[in-house]
């Protein structure tokens, strides 16, 4: 399960947040090279600002 969600202050600000069934499935995920190289380029974009946020989508991962 997931959900994207985006600033109240800031239209161009968005937030993902994702529910794993346990902790081994979401370590394996985020030690994953596919996921490791999608994220290694936010490092750079990526502060951290509190702020206040909206439901945008939310919705569950398919399985192939």
């Keep these: 399960r997931f959900e994207l969600l985006r600033s109240l202050r800031n239209d161009n600000v968005y937030v993902e947040i994702a529910e794993w069934t346990d902790a081994e499935s979401h370590l394996s995920a985020v030690q994953s090279d596919g996921f490791r190289n999608r ?3 936010l490092g750079a974009l990526a502060t951290v600002d509190p702020d ?3 439901m945008v989508r939310e919705g569950r991962a398919s399985v192939d």
């Design 39 to 41: 994220v290694k380029p």
């Design 52 to 54: 206040v946020f909206t």
